[in-house]
């Protein structure tokens, strides 16, 4: 929700250089917004100046669209717009197969609205090296940080997950437990018994004792002691542990890809993946198959032996 706010507030610093209104804006004025979003700027020091902030990336500026295409379609659903300004991408020439990847047989998933304006890279899941891990861990000072991040390197959680996980949806005897995902959807996750020895000392030794907090992960200090940990409170402990521990690449979401990555590895079936990782888009766990630098030049090698 805040991203969203940030996005519709930049739509509107645009629509104020312009001296524009929301019910003014036409079609033409999206792809404007687009160029607006690209125009180069400088730092100075460490403080960005919005009018001289660098260019948004596509992912960027593809999620602020969809932003203000949900405000309007919010618009005319209230009444205020006769319609929505914003133009839907073209997908296709319309002899493209409908269905498409290595799920491309269970279903497109969650619909979509509108398409993306502007092109950008198909990346792989960026997984972690076993040694930053290893490092970043052995940094960690309680064993709720530590229980934190093996919850997102065994489980594959979300951090948003993490932080709203409560304590009734956590099942020692069975090791595993029960997450609330994206659209309120629920999935039981299985995890590793290092979590479990982890939490199980957290709960023992740590968690503040009378904390009627329902959620697991709490402030274990300060004012705020025993209240349920913050985005910010999630981020400022990565934050502190890269920089002590020299492990700079280590980031939630990178311990999630790592986790689906690795089980891709190993042969999990893609449907049992992606119930795992709480995808409603199949091609988005496909993305976790694709062959490791290793393997690639070790076949590399092979075939130019065979040519030799």
Not at 10 to 37: C, H, K, M, P
Not at 194 to 199: D, H, I, K, R, Y
Not at 291 to 301: C, G
Request: glycine share 10%; charged share 25%.
């Amino acid at each position: 929700m805040r991203a969203y706010a940030y996005d519709l507030l930049n739509f509107l610093r645009f629509l104020a250089e312009r001296l524009s209104g929301l019910g003014d804006v036409v079609a033409t004025d999206l792809f404007d917004y687009l160029a607006w979003q690209q125009r180069p700027g400088a730092s100075t020091g460490t403080v960005v100046r919005l009018a001289e902030r660098r260019g948004a990336a596509p992912a960027t500026m593809n999620r602020r669209i969809a932003a203000v295409r949900g405000l309007f379609e919010f618009a005319v659903t209230t009444g205020t717009r006769a319609d929505n300004p914003v133009p839907a991408a073209r997908r296709s020439s319309g002899l493209r197969a409908k269905q498409r990847g290595l799920l491309g047989h269970i279903g497109a998933g969650k619909p979509r609205t509108g398409g993306r304006l502007v092109r950008q890279p198909r990346l792989l899941p960026e997984a972690l090296d076993p040694d930053d891990i290893a490092v970043f861990l052995a940094d960690l000072r309680t064993f709720r940080d530590r229980a934190i991040v093996l919850l997102m390197l065994l489980g594959g959680l979300r951090a948003a997950e993490v932080r709203s996980l409560r304590l009734a949806q956590v099942d020692m005897g069975l090791r595993r437990v029960r997450v609330t995902g994206k659209g309120g959807k629920e999935r039981l996750v299985p995890v590793d018994g290092a979590f479990f020895a982890e939490l199980s000392a957290y709960l023992r030794e740590e968690r503040p004792a009378g904390c009627l907090s329902a959620e697991c992960f709490v402030v274990l200090r300060g004012p705020a002691t025993g209240r349920p940990l913050t985005e910010a409170g999630l981020r400022r402990i990565f934050r502190t542990h890269r920089q002590t521990s020299g492990a700079t690449r280590v980031r939630p979401h990178r311990l999630r890809h790592t986790y689906g990555t690795e089980l891709a590895a190993a042969g999990i079936d893609l449907l049992v993946l992606r119930d795992l990782m709480g995808h409603t888009n199949p091609e988005t766990t496909a993305a976790y198959v694709h062959l490791a630098p290793e393997i690639l030049a070790a076949e590399y090698a092979k075939a130019r032996a065979r040519q030799s």
